[in-house]
């Protein structure tokens, strides 16, 4: 384990579904992110948070919701995805704004939206 | 645009090989350089962090280095061993609070 944990780690989902993923770390870190790593391509950059505050939304559809209730917190809010948002979704944190320490990650959670 | 190239795409060697894996990106104002190692399906293990002052980090068998003027990181890796073969991904972090991720070189090191 990383100390950042991510929640489930396998996730299948309808089209009409609501689901969240969970992302949890203890390492005293206060910046956040997800990131959404689909079969070919880089990881992309989705949301930022830095002491709970959302500081960048990379372009990402109202269908992603974030929410950040505290700085060991991160949730990814689901809802009526589609088919192409399946992918493998990282959580990472950092300890300082530019990654001073450098980026720890989660072992992902892998979404299929059927 | 700060973007982040990697090349080869794909590596395969004999273990014992020593190799380099290469890591280009377009914004030398890069903050930090990361390598991370990724096995299917998995998240990401941090391998190696070089900030923007210096020039390389060793870890074990790995060694990284840094060149912001050229634009250019190595990872190097010596008497690779079938246990090395993953996903490599490097990225630039940025003051703008992102890190930029190369595509990755995906390496097979053949028993």
């Known amino acids: 384990e990383t100390g950042v944990t991510q929640t489930p780690r396998h996730l299948v989902m309808g089209m009409t579904n609501k689901k969240s993923l969970k992302c949890e770390q203890h390492l005293g870190h206060n910046a956040m992110y997800w990131y959404k790593q689909s079969a070919k391509k880089p990881l992309e950059l989705m949301f930022v948070y830095n002491f709970k505050e959302q500081t960048e939304n990379n372009s990402v559809p109202s269908r992603f919701s974030p929410e950040c209730p505290n700085s060991s917190h991160l949730f990814l809010h689901l809802h009526t995805l589609q088919p192409e948002d399946s992918a493998l979704y990282l959580c990472?944190?950092?300890?300082?704004?530019?990654?001073?320490?450098?980026?720890?990650f989660g072992s992902g959670t892998r979404l299929t939206v059927v | 645009k700060q973007e982040v190239t990697q090349i080869p795409a794909a590596l395969s060697v004999p273990e014992g090989e020593n190799l380099v894996l290469n890591c280009s990106f377009t914004d030398s104002a890069i903050y930090n350089l990361q390598w991370f190692r990724q096995d299917p399906g998995k998240g990401l293990t941090s391998l190696l962090l070089i900030q923007s002052s210096q020039r390389e980090q060793t870890s074990g068998r790995l060694n990284a280095s840094l060149d912001k003027s050229s634009g250019r990181s190595t990872l190097y890796i010596a008497a690779s061993q079938p246990g090395d073969s993953a996903t490599y991904l490097c990225a630039g972090s940025y003051n703008n609070n992102d890190m930029r991720f190369g595509a990755g070189t995906r390496l097979t090191v053949k028993p």
């Open positions: 990472a944190s950092t300890g300082q704004q530019g990654g001073d320490y450098g980026y720890t």
